[in-house]
């Protein structure tokens, strides 16, 4: 069973000592040039013997792990490659594989176990090394690796990466996992050096280190960047970093970006990566100068590898298959799969991907991150770019029995568990949502998807509400919640975004609440409803400020309404107010009804748009029956449309019309599932192409047939641009537009200036101080502003003779009563139904 050692070697560790003096490795100890390199590796690979033996070694980022590695590689003997701090990992694999020869360091030594004096394997002549699967660690399922293999994808790696021998590479991740191995091969091909060391980038001492040693590059995972933000590394001087690797995982594309952006501004490139253990470690790259416009792509095939796409039937997208030099021998599970040669010759990535027009391929999905509850086929990568969206880190795993979430940080389950439920349409009692602290890593920095299945129950959605039931305050913010939004049977656990709540009902609700707890936290709208009681259960004194803070698109909204119906009735004449609104209707359509599915979103779209139109016909209806003024158009808000297109008392409501047909063409839009689709895949970039569509009527290049109304839907799809802007290059682009196209759309200068004030102002101002004593009225004004539209028409006339600022003042408080009236419509139905019926 044994074999001398006449087989193949990895020649980038064979040949170690064709470099010289040249520096190969540094430490915070000191160096090691390639000559003195060689001599160690050589001194450990003659007392590994000349018989061909099976090999474990138990590998950190140090000099003599990294010995021990290129002995074995070098001397031609199969090599298990373990991580030093995973004990457990190497129990099993000695277990299951019963190694000749175990290889660890201590104490600044090599520690040479011998096991048996030869061996006891067939070991294949191409066998290199040996790998865990990522994610399985210390399981007995590893991947084959052949010099070739090794040798090929260092390489590749080295030429796409422009690799030198003035490069100085930091170890930032394990040599025991593939991506951490592959930095270290492909730099030791090239004569280049590496800076060993296992400190964190969160450790001080390592950017001490990094500068000190004139460190070229680093790599990284997804979980690092979170790491660099903790740090302040965009403020860091590194004069010597010429590029940042990132592979691991996907990187969303708004820190591909900003990382991109960043390292064009301070001289150095981002190359986004994506490989498997089973391809060795890469299989594409994303050039930089891509990474600004394709920040969502893996790139293209590495030198010497190609993709084809292969269909999977009942999905939308293919699987990605990869061929190439660097395709594993295949997988072993016992000892005697290493006598094993070649079992595949291409990779079945399971990731589903698509090509691009540009020929760049992009990962939509997992295949095998799918499972199948109670009869739904239920994406897990999905369920975390959901939370994603929230803002929130989260892992998730399952079974056909269930959804496991692990979400980092202080988040209330609860509350995220109806989210998630109500986005993936599965019954609530079929997911967990766990808070931890930390979400459970490999030593990689990838997730612990095993780990997160293993949390066990109760979870915390099961622990009691730390508020109390029958408190006051807990009892007025149900019933506000369910007069505003219509509901019954409200939970403690409930938020008013998890019960459905849009930009109409968000001002009502604040101001209800606000009345009557007196005080409200920004963050009430997601906060539980025991929670938010349970804040006031205790009076706690309040310190008086001149300025309080409120959401911009409320001010906007308070200040239009007060300008519109000031400039009708001739009190002041300040146009424009009307444009900003519709801008802040796209704002918020954006911001309230884009969430969630498809189907559950149309349901929320139709209730929200029911919420506009209702009370208009309700009202229009009531003016057409007491004056002669308005038509059965006007009632159906049709007017536009069918009525006369010379400007009467008929067009009064032409806002409302327009933003009807606005919000129902993008509801029945957003209902086309390709719609739908390209909505969740380009945010910025699908409300920019309806805007410029929007621009062939600013511009009269299309004709909209509703002839006496400016069209202005271009200024809600700028709304809603504003809303998807999530950072500065978003929104100077934004600002840019909006500079370009508004002036020239009226006459007046005041006017279009007005329109751009407003749409800036929502795009770079989260917030804006108003006075205190002004803080209710604004936000009662902001709530009322689609009534007090409505029902100024009838009331300034009666009172615009005897006084303009009377008429001012009663229309403001006449639709502030009409808002009122139909808030508390529903509540005032819903109670005599139930009598009815109880009577009944």
Known sequence: MSTQLDLQRLSLASNLASNGDRTAVATSNGVLTYRELADRVEELGRRLGTERRLVALTAGNDVDSLVGYLAAMAAGHPLILLPADKPAALESLVAAYDPDVILSSANGRTVLEERRPGTGHTLHPDLALLLSTSGSTGSPKLVRLSYDNLQ???????????????????????????????????????????????????????????????????????????????????????????????????????????????????????????????????????????????????????????????????????????????????????????????????????????????????????????????????????????????????????????????????????????????????????????????????????????????????????????????????????????????????????????????????????????????????????????????????????????????????????????????????????????????????????????SGERMPRLRKQVASLARVIVPSMVFIGFAYLITDRYSLANIVLLNAIIGPEEVTTRSHFWFIEVLVYVLVSMTALLALPWASRAEKRFPFLFPLVLLAAGLLTRYELFEPGIPHTTPIFWLFALGWAVARARHILQRGAVSVVAALTIPGFFDNPARELTVLAGILLLLWLPSIPVPAGLRRLTVLLASASLHIYLVHWLVYPLLVELSPALAVVASLAAGSAYWALCSLAPTVIGRTKRRILSAR
């Open 152 to 594: 090929a994808n260092a390489e590749s790696i080295a030429e796409y990466l422009g690799i030198t021998e003035y490069d100085r590479a930091m170890t930032t991740l394990p040599m025991s996992y593939c991506y951490g191995l592959s930095v270290i091969n492909s730099h030791l091909l090239r004569g280049a050096s590496l800076v060993l060391t296992d400190l964190s980038v969160v450790d001080p001492c390592f950017w001490d280190l990094f500068r000190s040693e004139g460190a070229t590059s680093f790599a990284a995972v997804p979980y690092t960047f979170e790491l660099l933000e903790r740090v302040g590394f965009a403020a860091m001087n590194l004069p010597t970093l010429r590029y940042v690797t990132q592979a691991g995982g996907r990187l969303g594309p708004d820190l591909v970006r900003r990382y991109a952006g960043l390292g064009a501004r301070s001289g150095w490139d981002l190359f986004v990566m994506y490989g498997q253990t089973e391809a060795t470690a890469r299989m594409a790259y994303l050039p930089p100068r891509l990474a600004g416009t394709s920040p969502g792509a893996i790139g293209i095939p590495v030198p010497g590898g190609a993709f084809r796409i292969d269909p999977v039937p009942g999905l939308e997208h293919g699987e990605l298959v990869y061929s190439g030099p660097n395709v594993m021998l295949g997988y072993a599970q016992t000892p005697e799969d290493l006598g094993l040669g070649r079992t595949v010759d291409e990779l079945r990535t399971g990731d589903l991907a698509r090509q691009t027009a540009d020929g760049l391929y992009e990962v939509v999905g997992r295949r095998s991150r799918f499972v199948k509850i109670v009869g739904l086929r239920v994406d897990l990568g999905q369920v975390e770019r959901i939370l994603a969206d929230l803002g929130i880190q989260a892992a998730s795993a399952g079974t056909d029995q269930g959804l496991v979430v692990a979400v980092e940080g202080e988040h209330d389950p609860a509350l995220l568990g109806k989210l998630l439920a109500q986005g993936i349409g599965l019954p609530r009692a079929a997911l967990e949502v766990h808070a931890v602290r930390e979400l459970p890593r490999l030593a990689s920095g990838k997730l612990d998807y095993p780990a997160v299945l293993a949390l066990a129950k109760p979870t915390v959605q099961d622990a009691p509400s730390s508020a109390n039931s029958g408190a006051k305050p807990r009892d007025s913010v149900v019933r506000i919640f369910e007069d505003t939004l219509e509901l019954e049977d409200i939970s403690d656990d409930d938020t008013f975004v998890s019960l459905g709540g849009d930009s109409l009902s968000y001002v009502a609700a604040s101001v209800r609440l606000e009345q009557a707890l007196g005080h409200l936290p920004p963050d009430w709208h997601i906060t539980p409803v025991g929670v938010l009681g349970a804040r006031f259960e205790q009076p706690r004194p309040r310190k008086r400020r001149p300025f309080a803070r409120l959401e911009t698109s409320i001010v906007l909204r308070a200040v239009s309404i007060f300008l519109i119906v000031s400039t009708h009735i001739g009190f002041l004449h300040w146009q424009g107010a009307a444009h900003v609104l519709m801008a802040v209707a796209g704002f918020n359509f954006a911001r309230f009804q884009l």
